[in-house]
T-cell receptor, first 115, second 116 residues
Framework: DAKTTQPTSMDCAEGRAANLPCNHS???????VYWYRQIHSQGPQYIIH???NNETNEMASLIITEDRKSSTLILPHATLRDTAVYYC????????????????FGKGTHLIIQP | DSGVTQTPKHLITATGQRVTLRCSPR?????VYWYQQSLDQGLQFLIQ???????AKGNILERFSAQQFPDLHSELNLSSLELGDSALYFC???????????????FGEGSRLTVL
């Protein structure tokens, strides 16, 4: 799986958009970008994933650059409950030979939403 | 609620002892994954089972073992416990059909193990 680089921590004011960057310059053509988050001591929670196109769901938007070497997770209106560690993960889907192992989590970005 | 159930939520034991952690995956999910999260190591993948068979191994110690039963629940056995085994142990499951498995895992709330 391609390696990802994320800032260690970020602050964002409540009510503003939180933009979390992720670099994945060695990403392969069949590898997806996944985002998970972990609120303190809870189980990680899936947020969103994408391959090439930008994606949006009820939680967030994922913007992937045209060369796919980086992406940004956007939380449009951050609340205090969005304070968490956010993990960017890159891997190929299992059905296309992406391996049978679980997702590999790095250090992530500790996002702190300020009131 | 992810639909993944883990028991016990908290466990305190002594060095040298053995414990068993239990996980019930989401209804219909065939894959179960175990992760360990300690303060200094982050989330470490331990092992995966798919429909009763071991599918992949990560950083799992020889003192640890796991299995998945016919009803698809899984157990993680930790033996000869050491102080360093104190951690949160998470179980995750994924959707049943391999063709749909793009890597979305559903995590339980974890079992916190404290070894004294």
């Amino acid at each position: 799986d391609a390696k990802t680089t994320q800032p260690t921590s970020m602050d964002c004011a409540e009510g503003r958009a939180a933009n979390l960057p992720c670099n994945h310059s060695t990403i392969s053509g069949n590898e997806y970008v996944y985002w998970y988050r972990q609120i303190h001591s809870q189980g990680p929670q899936y947020i969103i994933h994408g391959l090439k196109n930008n994606e949006t769901n009820e939680m967030a938007s994922l913007i992937i650059t045209e060369d796919r070497k980086s992406s940004t997770l956007i939380l449009p209106h951050a609340t205090l409950r969005d304070t968490a560690v956010y993990y960017c993960i890159v891997r190929a889907p299992i059905y296309s030979g992406g391996g049978a192992d679980g997702l590999t989590f790095g250090k992530g970005t500790h996002l702190i939403i300020q009131p | 609620d992810s639909g993944v159930t883990q028991t016990p939520k908290h466990l305190i034991t002594a060095t040298g002892q053995r414990v068993t952690l239990r996980c019930s995956p989401r209804s219909g999910d065939l894959s179960v994954y175990w992760y360990q999260q300690s303060l200094d190591q982050g989330l470490q993948f331990l092992i995966q089972y798919y429909n009763g068979e071991e599918r992949a191994k990560g950083n799992i110690l020889e003192r640890f073992s796991a299995q998945q039963f016919p009803d698809l629940h899984s157990e993680l056995n930790l033996s000869s416990l050491e102080l360093g085994d104190s951690a949160l142990y998470f179980c995750a499951s994924s959707v049943a059909a391999a063709a749909l498995n793009t890597g979305e895992l559903f995590f339980g709330e974890g079992s916190r193990l404290t070894v004294l």
